[in-house]
């Protein structure tokens, strides 16, 4: 570049190179701001917390039916998430089939049921182990995660940074490695799985049986433990830039085993809420389905969109994520949302519903395919 030589030259042209740096930047910004709202899908005010933090709360199994009578029986922590939260009125796992086996017999996700790897990966396929998640997305923005969860079936979950999992892993312990973690290393991004409250299942009628072991096991040692995990946050500080998404991954069977099978509508039936800052109080939505969880985590979290499948050798249709983004959970949206409603609109269809995964997953490419 040649040095003007002209005095009256230079102001002119660094004006008019203001000029276009100033439309640029303003080009820019609606930019921006577009793909901000494309990802927000809806607009809702974002949430606006430095540093959040967000918990998946995850109870093994139980029904709203269940939560309803521990609340009302005297679990007044989750009461309170609920009262000063919103609840998904139909909330829908992915398949609660116990094993998620591909046609070639492969099982990419060990023994965990699909309905756990949805809410990592926000997408409603599991085609392979190479996915993106929660977990993956989380370290490349330099936020530390931790799954801690009763069940030797989460050893898959390997892309947390710190990761507990077996039979042996009691609930309290779930939530000593959650604090722990957090004061020592400032992890996060909290996955917990309380497992053990299907020990004491005997049957569909315990859940609205405030005296059943369930129901008690709800009450006495669930919503204490929850309780302990607030108040180890409330004294660091935190409490008000944390999130919390608390749940089931699926619903339970119709016997007095404790499964829960595919052909069995109810194992499909679960409960969601959510809870922090910018989150409507005391409200409740229409629908949401589990890979909507992914998908909210991580936009609490303040990270970009999920990517879905990695190998990128599916159609465009399948490859990426499928959950829905809930707008309406948020202060100042409505109520109702367009949601694509995939695993309704699958149980209320004719297309087969054995107890076998592939069912399901023929559905689903079915159904996104359309
Ligand atoms: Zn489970």
Redesign the pocket.
């Known amino acids: 570049m040649t040095l003007p030589r002209d005095g009256n030259y230079t102001p002119y042209v660094t004006m008019q190179r203001m000029r276009h740096l100033a439309a640029c930047l303003v080009l820019l910004a609606m930019v921006f701001s577009q793909t901000s709202n494309a990802q927000r899908a809806g607009g809702a005010p974002a949430p606006r917390v430095q540093n959040p933090i967000v918990i998946q709360l ?1 109870i ?2 139980p029904d709203w039916k269940t939560v309803k009578t521990a609340v009302a029986a005297g679990a007044s922590t989750v009461g309170m998430l609920l009262k000063e939260g919103v609840s998904a009125e139909t909330y829908y796992c992915t398949s ?1 089939a116990p094993r998620l086996q591909l046609p070639d017999k492969s099982l990419p996700w060990g023994g965990s ?1 699909s ?2 790897v949805a809410m990592h990966t926000g997408t409603h396929l599991f085609e392979s182990k190479k996915m993106d998640d929660i977990f993956l997305n989380a370290r490349r923005a330099g936020i530390k995660s931790v799954f801690a969860g009763g ?1 030797p ?1 989460y050893v898959i979950f390997d892309t947390a940074d710190y990761l507990y999992y077996g039979n042996d892993l009691t609930d309290q312990q779930v939530i000593d490695r959650a604090l722990q973690h957090f004061s020592k290393d400032g992890t996060r991004l909290l996955r917990l ?1 309380l ?1 053990h409250i ?1 020990d004491h299942w005997h049957g569909p009628a315990d859940t609205t049986n405030p005296n059943s072991e369930y129901v008690q096991y709800f009450v006495k040692t669930v919503d204490p433990l929850i309780a302990q995990l607030f108040a180890g946050l409330k004294s660091a500080g935190v409490w008000d830039r944390t999130y919390v998404i608390i749940g ?3 619903g339970m069977g119709q016997t007095s085993q404790s499964g ?1 099978p595919q052909s069995t509508l109810s194992s499909w039936e679960t409960f969601m809420a959510f809870y922090g800052p910018g989150i409507k109080k005391g409200a409740t939505i229409p629908y949401a389905e589990g890979p909507d969880v992914a998908v909210m985590t991580n936009y609490l979290l303040g990270l970009p969109p999920l990517r879905g499948h990695l190998e990128g050798n599916l159609p465009p249709k399948l490859n990426g994520v499928t959950g829905v983004f809930l707008s309406n959970i948020f202060e100042g949206a409505p109520r109702e949302l367009a949601h694509h409603r995939l695993v309704e609109r699958y149980l209320k269809s004719n297309m087969p519903r054995g107890d076998e995964y592939v069912d399901y997953r023929a559905a689903m490419i079915k159904l996104l395919s359309e």
């Open positions: 995850i093994d199994g609660p049921t309905s756990n069940s079936n799985h497992q299907r089931s991954d699926h829960h």
